[in-house]
């Protein structure tokens, strides 16, 4: 293949990508147009170019070049991709590969709250949420148990990030997701009353009614609510819900993981829609 590049100079410009600038960095690296991304693995990769995702560069290990990511390399043409030993690959980028494969790709334009959710019954809400790996958790429970859409305010950890891809299987490219413009609690759960959904806080509060609540799980359009890994949603967020939701619990064990909460809450108030 032409398009074969060894890696024998580290300071190579268009290695910067993967090596000297951080995933805040390449988020805007075009600006103002979309930034770019850097995907790990064959499956995510597939993910992202199923969901349009237009590749720039590739990183493989040369092991993988005709082993699980030929079909990968096949797909993305004739964009550079970039080949080393392992022990190079991890000097370089920093950390160990999992599957041997990186792929640099160009964001696309995030869709708007009204857009994603217009045909939406029933969609997940974080807040805060902080760390990529349960960003990237919570997209996977979201894509196999029903979740017709994802919204997250500007404090959460980007879908795209390596790591919250990663974790998710790919799967951020799958489920429609974007930003809320600010995340002021009022004014967003205001805003999506305001498109029809009945609004669910998941929370430890006094008023809290069980998962399985039967007029919860009835509700026609629902938005699943969740907060941050140390402090839950916002008192004011709370408040400003239709219903306080808890997950029953045993031991003494007050809540859990916030993205195994998730999944949880969403198979439990998704089996009307599955």
Known sequence: MSNLIEITDFSHPDLDIYARLSENQLRTYNEPAPGIFIAESPNVIERALNGGYEPISLLINRNEISGPSKNIIDRCGQIPIFVADTTIISQLTGFAMTRGLLCAMKR??????????QN?????VLE?????????AIFRSAAALGIDAVLLTEGCSDPLYR???????????????????SDTSVIYVNWLKNLGFCTAAMALDD????IDHPPLMA???????????????CTETIAACD??????????????????????????LCRPTL
């Open 108 to 117: 696309q334009a995030l869709p708007s709250v009204s857009d994603i959710c």
């Open 120 to 124: 939406a019954r029933r969609i997940a």
């Open 128 to 136: 805060n949420v902080m760390n990529p790996t349960n960003v990237g």
């Open 163 to 181: 790591r919250s891809a990663r974790v998710s299987m790919g799967t951020v490219f799958q489920v429609p997701w974007t930003f809320i413009p």
């Open 207 to 210: 008023k809290a009614v069980s």
């Open 219 to 233: 509700e026609d359009r629902l938005a699943i609510l969740l907060g941050s890994e140390g402090y839950g949603l």
């Open 243 to 268: 219903y306080s939701v808890c997950i029953p619990m045993s031991h003494g064990v007050d809540s859990l993981n916030v993205a195994a909460a998730s999944a949880v809450a969403f198979w439990q």
